[in-house]
């Protein structure tokens, strides 16, 4: 008849001394006051502890006297790159244990231009001086010996040279076949036992230097330059002829294929901004990337194909997400120049630049990642924190946590500038538009300005 | 060689590739064609398991029933990230209401059979006698020669404070019956209350409040907090909250130290406060009969109610309406529930015996809600117990009584009741005493908010957390759900100080103002879509504002069901023949009439339910729910 409430002990304390205690839920809202409050206290937490650990310099690597303008990394090695100088040294880079590997001092007369692993640990860099050079880049005990001694004792001299008639700009190997393409005036496509180029692509009326070539990942026989006549070409080394050519309102200083979706390509254009195209559409980019404030020399995907870095002349390395226009992460150091040479390691994990004050600064790929190993209480909190930024963006106060970036003052004068610039060139075009005959002149959406025209 | 390495599957130029592939289209178009179905691969070893074993219910891929399907966004990005959001809160919904089924709904009662039998008429004896040895322990008489006595219970329920009038302060864990610290403090002491957990006191004394930690050593002086009558700890914001004779009424953050806020109340000395535990806003009730709200971020009360003629003696927020009904009590022997929603005039009221007596004094009707929302009302020498539905039904006079209790020792100068149990602890003249209500507590504890059996390891952590997720003052208002709901929109001005219309360039333009402009802003609302799919598709501008009206104002035109000449003897043989024959098709329709049928069965008894006086009976669904899929 009478009942009164009584909790027994025996289901609440824990049976053995070490036992969690055993845990009761009530998912009463009424249980639970200020949830949505306490909830939005936690994710600004998480938004200023997330910030608060975004500490991605790792290091540099060193060696280099004149700026670094290429580097390349080893395919089936993680800890392997080769970076190039503006003085002709190529250096060869035991990232893991931040040491040289192999160096060439005077592999070129003038700055090298390019680099591309080859097989069996080989290396092709390109230069300015017109040639091509295939280097061994093994080490005498398989990378445990000392190499400094080993190059005191001999300079190493080159494999082979490929003598070219104009300066070489850039140079990329093809996938699984032992060729490889330059660009010069025109794209050759070389053989590595050959020392004349076997074939020339060229696109039919075009007059131009070409700045940058790259394979396909996937359709290897596939590849695509960037011109100074603000043309980006596709060839197809079957058939030897370029197939397309698109031409933008500015120069592409750099491209880079997508390692994950092969119709993917991303350029770094000189009008401070990236395009992703499609290549079966070249009308109009899939997306365009706005943040740089100067020109863009250098990109690079990540292995995963989500993400994509790139590196400017605006002292600035800019981490964006693939489909995202805005707001990439941005590293910048006090004495890193402009950024020529950007590149993903072979885990996603690490970014690598090379700049003009020449050295080669490591980076962590997410800035907020703690390396090492992280155990499973851990990795859940930050999960559960990451869930929370990403509900509670929104919010006024997480949002400028989240989207505040400390920037060198230059850079962000300089965006300020940009910003005042665009604001009163579109505010111009509206006037114009609004004293002009209705529907004479229409306003262009933002990604169909970026095309002039597209040739075959 | 060439022309064969070409053929193999080079790129091709734009424009022979794009008549290709409209030439694919065209084919798949093509009349008659049937998309050819993938052949379904058996996976073998699966196969052989499939038999004997099923997949656990929390392992079976589910779709949550009702998702928008937000069809009018264009957008393919944003539209498939909404699905994903919705889908992903229309499965928490439905695991919620899932984990609703395993909660124990524990709950004290006492039954009563009959009419002539009253809940009233049970006394603590009886209730001792009838509960098991645990339980009855917890009805306990102290004997204390400290004055009146005024009490304080933890979050979780688990440990007592209490300060005599005289000066004795005690804090102990009351169901082990642990001691932390006794003091004589030799000095008058007016109130006493935790801070974010039994480890510390802040005590109210003769001139300043004090704050002790568990063994009894003073820590703090708070030397701005003067001649306090009633003491408040906001558990959330980590704010002590005082109010004493001058009328000031002051917030001092207890992790800062910080004083966050100081109100002069001007309306003299103020000898009850209450909290609202579900958005910390502070119930104050003054001398002249008004019951004022306050946040610290107001100088001026949201709220001022004159409640009473005559001073208010005690306050109480209804925690299990979430903080829906307020009742007090004033020295005019009247106690009122009010509905903080609709402030105009009380709910109900009634009169008490032997409340007045000066409420200056510290003596008259005290009043307290439980979790579970019974309401307890001490005046003159008798603690009445009422029980929740009636307290706030609208009718005149005292409602009826659940159960109560005398005490001789007056006066009655607190009432608690205890979290998590049914027990109702009475500070008065001669000491405590502490009864059991049946029904009163809170069945399922929840260990993340309070829970009675944390360990010491559990309470550091609780503490660590709490003030990680400490909330800013600036927070309290009087809707805690505020947070995180849309800002309102920004009136823009449409013409300057001459008059003249403001037109901002288009680039100047909010994102949304642009889209207005070109007339891609879309502000259907999820739950118009239908209506919009009903008028027609074709509407745009102006039309499409009027609409909904039109349709709301226009009763839907009934469709009338017509039959045409059919003999009802053919109609018959027809059907006969139908029956028949079984096929998947008319198996499914047969379900679902059978299930509509079912349905109309039971809103039919609901509504009969209803008629009868009781509210609908609704089934209570079982926990083995969970396993019939």
């Known amino acids: 008849k009478i009942s009164v409430l009584h909790h027994a002990p025996s289901a609440h304390i824990p049976a053995r001394s070490g036992d969690p205690n055993p845990v009761s839920r009530n998912l009463d809202p009424l249980m639970h006051p200020f949830a949505r409050a306490r909830e939005r206290t936690r994710a600004l937490n998480a938004a200023k502890i997330e910030r608060m650990f975004a500490k991605p310099f790792i290091g540099s690597l060193e060696g280099h006297i004149d700026g670094v303008y290429t580097m390349a990394r080893k395919r089936d090695e993680l800890g392997t790159i080769a970076s190039g100088s503006g003085d002709g040294e190529i250096i060869v880079h035991d990232i893991s244990n931040r040491k040289h590997k192999v160096r060439f001092p005077s592999a070129h007369k003038q700055t090298v231009s390019g680099l591309a692993f080859s097989e069996n640990d080989r290396l092709l860099s390109c230069g300015v001086d017109?040639?091509?050079?295939?280097?061994?880049?093994?080490?005498?005990?398989?990378?445990?010996?000392?190499?400094?001694?080993?190059?005191?004792?001999?300079?190493?001299?080159?494999?082979?040279?490929?003598?070219?008639?104009?300066?070489?700009?850039?140079?990329?190997?093809?996938?699984?076949?032992?060729?490889?393409?330059?660009?010069?005036?025109?794209?050759?496509?070389?053989?590595?036992?050959?020392?004349?180029?076997?074939?020339?692509?060229?696109?039919?009326?075009?007059?131009?230097?070409?700045?940058?070539?790259?394979?396909?990942?996937?359709?290897?026989?596939?590849?695509?330059?960037?011109?100074?006549?603000?043309?980006?070409?596709?060839?197809?080394?079957?058939?030897?002829?370029?197939?397309?050519?698109?031409?933008?309102?500015?120069?592409?200083?750099?491209?880079?294929?997508?390692?994950?979706?092969?119709?993917?390509i991303l350029l770094a254009s000189e009008d401070h901004n990236l395009y992703t195209f499609d290549i079966r559409s070249f009308s109009i980019p899939t997306q365009i990337y706005k943040d740089h404030v100067a020109a863009v020399m250098s990109c690079d995907w990540s292995p995963t194909g989500t993400e994509f870095v790139s590196g400017g002349w605006d002292r600035t390395v800019r981490i964006w997400k693939e489909g995202v226009g805005r707001g990439p992460a941005v590293y910048h150091a006090k004495r890193m120049q402009r950024v020529f040479s950007t590149m993903y390691t072979g885990d996603a994990a690490f970014i690598l630049s090379g700049s003009d004050d020449g050295n080669v600064r490591i980076w962590k790929a997410r800035a907020s990642e703690k390396l090492g190993v992280v155990d499973g209480r851990e990795k859940a909190s930050k999960q559960y924190r990451d869930k929370l930024r990403e509900r509670w963006k929104f919010d006024p106060e997480v949002g400028k946590v989240e989207r505040h970036r400390h920037l060198p003052k230059a850079v962000h004068k300089a965006a300020e500038l940009k910003r005042t610039m665009l604001d009163a060139r579109q505010v111009k075009e509206d006037r114009r538009r609004k004293h002009t005959r209705a529907g004479e002149s229409k306003p262009k959406a933002e990604r169909k300005k970026a095309v002039i025209v597209e040739q075959t | 060689m060439d022309a064969l390495i070409s053929k193999a599957d080079a790129i091709k130029p734009l424009d022979k590739k794009a008549k290709r592939a409209r030439f694919f289209k065209g084919q798949d178009r093509a009349p008659g064609e049937h998309k050819k179905k993938e052949p379904v691969v058996e996976d073998a070893t699966a196969a052989s398991i499939s038999r004997s074993t099923r997949l656990p219910p929390s392992l079976v891929p589910h779709e949550p029933s009702k998702v928008p399907s937000n069809s009018h966004i264009k957008d393919v990005k944003l539209r498939s990230q909404l699905t994903r959001t919705a889908k992903h809160t229309a499965l928490t919904k439905e695991l919620l209401k899932d984990a609703e089924l395993l909660r124990s709904e524990e709950r004290g009662r006492i039954e009563v059979e009959g009419q002539m039998e009253k809940t009233w008429r049970v006394t603590q004896d009886e209730i001792v006698k009838s509960v098991g040895v645990e339980v009855a322990a917890q009805r306990k008489e102290w004997k204390l020669d400290g004055g009146s006595y005024r009490t304080r219970y933890t979050r979780n329920g688990r440990h007592l404070a209490i300060a005599g009038k005289k000066g004795h302060v005690a804090t102990f864990d009351w169901q082990t019956g642990t001691l932390h610290s006794e003091l004589q403090l030799q000095e008058t002491v007016r109130d006493i209350t935790f801070l974010q957990d039994q480890s510390f006191i802040a005590v109210a004394q003769k001139q300043y409040v004090y704050i002790y930690d568990q063994s009894g050593v003073e820590i703090h002086r708070l030397s701005s907090h003067v001649e306090v009558n009633r003491l408040e700890f906001l558990p959330w914001h980590w704010l002590l909250v005082s109010v004493g004779n001058a009328g000031y009424l002051k917030y001092t953050d207890t992790s800062t130290g910080q004083t966050i806020n100081e109100t002069r109340t001007k309306l003299g000395a103020c000898n009850a406060m209450v909290q609202n535990m579900h958005n910390a806003v502070i119930y104050l009730g003054h001398q002249n009969g008004t019951v004022t709200l306050r946040t610290p971020n107001l100088s001026t009360p949201p709220v001022t109610l004159l409640a009473h003629l005559g001073p208010i003696t005690s306050l109480s927020v209804d925690p299990s309406s979430g903080g829906r009904y307020l009742a007090t009590a004033g020295v005019d022997n009247r106690v009122k529930v009010w509905d903080c929603r609709n402030w105009k005039g009380c709910v109900r009221e009634w009169t008490v015996r032997g409340g007045g007596g000066g409420g200056s004094k510290g003596i008259g009707t005290e009043l307290e809600w439980s979790q579970k929302g019974l309401l307890a009302v001490a005046s003159g020498g008798t603690v009445n117990v009422y029980a929740p539905p009636t307290i706030h039904s609208a009718h005149k006079g005292m409602p009826p009584l659940y159960l109560n209790h005398p005490i001789p020792h007056r006066p009655l100068t607190s009432v608690r009741f205890c979290p998590f149990t049914d027990v109702l602890t009475l500070g008065h003249a001669a000491g405590l005493s502490s009864i059991i209500v049946p029904g009163a507590g809170e069945g399922d504890f929840d260990s993340a908010e309070a829970d009675p059996f944390e360990a010491r390891t559990a309470r550091r952590e609780r503490e660590v957390r709490g003030l990680l997720d400490k909330i800013q003052p600036e927070l309290i208002t009087l809707d805690p759900e505020f947070i995180g709901s849309l800002a309102p929109q920004e009136e823009r001005p449409t013409y300057d100080q001459l008059g003249k219309k403001v037109v901002a360039p288009y680039a100047r333009l909010p994102r949304l103002e642009r889209l207005r402009v070109s007339g891609k802003a879309d502000e259907t609302e999820v739950g118009e879509e239908k209506e919009q799919a009903d008028g027609g598709g074709e509407e745009d501008g102006m039309q499409a504002d009027e609409s909904p009206k039109q349709t709301s104002s226009e009763k839907p035109e009934k469709v009338k069901m017509k039959m045409k000449g059919k003999g009802k003897s053919m109609k018959r043989w027809l059907s006969k023949k139908r029956k028949n024959v079984i096929d998947p098709s008319t198996v499914a329709i047969r379900q679902k009439i059978e299930a509509q049928k079912e349905t109309r069965r039971r809103e039919l008894k609901a509504a009969k339910a209803a008629a009868r006086g009781g509210e609908a009976e609704v089934e209570k669904p079982s926990a083995l729910d969970r396993f019939r899929k």
């Open chain 1, 130 to 264: 017109k040639t091509v050079k295939l280097w061994d880049t093994r080490t005498t005990s398989d990378g445990n010996g000392d190499l400094e001694d080993m190059d005191a004792r001999t300079e190493r001299t080159p494999l082979s040279v490929y003598a070219g008639k104009m300066a070489f700009n850039s140079i990329d190997r093809h996938r699984t076949d032992p060729l490889f393409a330059t660009a010069s005036n025109i794209v050759h496509i070389w053989d590595e036992t050959k020392s004349t180029p076997i074939s020339n692509l060229t696109f039919p009326t075009s007059n131009e230097t070409i700045t940058c070539v790259r394979f396909n990942l996937s359709e290897s026989s596939i590849l695509a330059s960037a011109g100074t006549d603000r043309t980006l070409t596709l060839y197809d080394i079957r058939t030897g002829k370029a197939e397309r050519r698109v031409v933008l309102q500015m120069r592409a200083n750099h491209l880079s294929w997508c390692p994950t979706l092969p119709t993917s």
